[in-house]
C-alpha cells in the first residue's frame, strides 16, 4: 500500500473523516490505486465509509 499516493488522492478530494464507496472507487480509478488498499488506509487511518453501495456501512 501505498500511504503518501492515498493521503495525497484524499487531500485533493477533501477526504478527511469520512468518505463514501462511490468516492473511493472514484479515487481509486483515477489515481490506479487498488481497492482493497483504500480500505486499508481508511481502517488504519480512522476514516469512516459511509454511503456503502452494499449497504454494510451507514
Known amino acids: 500500500m501505498d ?3 492515498i493521503e495525497q488522492a484524499f487531500k ?3 477526504i478527511e ?3 463514501t464507496c ?3 472507487f472514484a479515487i ?3 489515481f490506479k490505486i487498488p481497492k482493497k488498499d483504500i480500505a ?3 481502517n488504519s487511518s480512522g ?3 459511509r454511503g456503502c453501495q452494499l ?3 451507514k
Open 40 to 42: 486499508e488506509y481508511c
Open 3 to 5: 500511504k503518501d499516493k
Open 47 to 49: 476514516i469512516k465509509i
Open 28 to 30: 481509486a480509478g483515477k
Open 12 to 14: 485533493s478530494a477533501g
Open 22 to 24: 462511490p468516492e473511493a
Open 55 to 57: 449497504g454494510c456501512f
Open 17 to 19: 473523516k469520512t468518505i
